[in-house]
């Protein structure tokens, strides 16, 4: 089956996700601006987030992004926290960000208010405006992906890790965040053309892979091994490139599946020496990288910052996944027990 014969909403959302980027940059400008001050204002003593599924892994890319370029801690909040466990929150001063594409998951509402009654300015970052979440946020940050019909989440994740790319970069003032954020829709665009035909064969007939990264990259991972279980059926688990040199290292054995995001930042000689490691041990490794990080690379183009550049790297593994899918014979639309929003307590 060729690119040409895919009419499954994966492919097509995934190939939204440039411009779904390139409006929410365009019409939350002042939004972020507005962000950028309150946490200038009010130097949070730390940052709480609260999400579930791929929006977990959304909340994780910023939490490398802020901590590395704003010094201050992030931290998750289990939802059932709030939900089942009812706690009180004492967060005076914090600053509280919840990730949710349908803003309707009673357990994720509820930790909101919990940090909002404990002292938190409240951030809502949605796909629906009109949700529960965003009316009862004290500022909200709509995504503008657009309606997502799909089960798996592509447009609408690449579109949340911009908004929190955009929101730390406000906040910071960076120059590299804001050039690379300048950048992104053009390299997501570019990212949907990449070439992973040589990964094919071996994710199409793995038992179990590793997905790796370091950082920003490290998070991504998490998201590509959660796509792999949902779309493909297959098993996937996600480490750090560093936690990967310790005990899921003995799973290694000839011709294991390693795939890795590996962005031009401060780990890449570190991550480099980590995945000749692996291949030394047998690992049939891969990289999605812009530059050459391993023999078997699938190209990106970067947006000038390595912070971001795992998105772009996202979308090739998007189109990766999704043609493994069909190709093991599954619908990544419609997996057989899974929904498109699943509400939780």
Same mark, same amino acid.
């Given at each position: 089956m060729t690119e040409s014969d895919n009419g499954s909403l994966m492919h097509a959302e995934t190939t939204e996700?440039? %411009?779904?980027?390139?409006?929410?940059?365009?019409?939350?400008?002042?939004?972020?601006?507005?962000? =950028?001050?309150?946490?200038?204002?009010?130097?949070?003593?730390?940052?709480?987030?609260?999400?579930?599924?791929?929006?977990?892994?959304?909340?994780s890319f910023f939490k490398y992004l802020f901590e590395i370029n704003a010094g201050i801690p992030v931290a998750s909040i289990g939802p059932s926290v709030a939900s089942v466990y009812h706690a009180r929150l004492h967060l005076p001063g914090a600053l509280h960000l919840t990730v949710s594409q349908? #803003?309707? /998951?009673?357990?994720?509402?509820?930790?909101? &208010?919990?940090?909002?009654? =404990? #002292?938190?300015?409240?951030? %809502?970052i949605v796909n629906v405006a009109d949700s529960p979440l965003a009316r009862t946020a004290d500022i909200v940050i709509p995504i503008h992906a657009g309606k997502e019909c799909s089960v798996a989440a592509t447009k609408s994740f690449i579109a949340s890790a911009a908004a929190l790319a955009a929101l730390t970069q406000s906040a910071t003032g960076s120059d590299a965040l804001a050039a690379g954020l300048q950048r992104l829709p053009t390299a997501l665009d570019e990212a949907c053309s990449a070439d992973y035909e040589r990964a094919l064969a071996a994710f199409v007939q793995a038992r179990s892979v590793y997905t790796t990264g370091r950082g920003p990259g490290f998070a991504i991972a998490l998201e590509a091994a959660l796509k792999a279980k949902e779309t493909a059926k297959l098993h996937a688990e996600a480490f750090s490139l560093a936690e990967l040199m310790h005990g899921p290292m003995q799973l290694i054995d000839e011709g294991f599946p390693v795939l890795a995001f590996v962005p031009?930042?401060? +780990?890449?000689?570190?991550?480099?020496? +980590?995945?000749?490691?692996? @291949?030394?041990?047998? %690992?049939?490794?891969?990289?999605?990288?812009?530059?050459?990080?391993?023999? &078997?690379?699938?190209?990106?183009?970067?947006?000038? /910052? #390595?912070?971001?550049?795992?998105?772009? @790297?996202?979308?090739?593994?998007?189109?990766?996944?999704?043609?493994?899918?069909?190709?093991? =014979?599954?619908?990544?639309?419609?997996?057989?027990?899974? /929904?498109?929003?699943?509400?939780?307590?």
């Open positions: 996700a440039a %411009a779904a980027v390139e409006r929410l940059l365009s019409s939350e400008a002042k939004t972020f601006a507005e962000l =950028g001050r309150v946490v200038s204002a009010r130097r949070p003593p730390v940052v709480t987030v609260a999400a579930r599924g791929s929006s977990d892994h959304a909340v349908s #803003g309707a /998951s009673p357990d994720i509402i509820a930790v909101q &208010e919990a940090a909002k009654s =404990g #002292g938190a300015t409240t951030v %809502a031009e930042d401060e +780990a890449l000689e570190s991550s480099s020496q +980590a995945l000749d490691r692996l @291949a030394g041990l047998g %690992a049939h490794v891969f990289a999605i990288s812009s530059r050459q990080a391993v023999a &078997e690379t699938i190209a990106v183009h970067s947006t000038g /910052s #390595g912070h971001l550049d795992p998105l772009p @790297a996202l979308v090739a593994y998007y189109r990766l996944i999704e043609r493994v899918a069909r190709e093991r =014979g599954f619908d990544p639309d419609t997996p057989d027990k899974l /929904s498109k929003v699943t509400e939780t307590l």
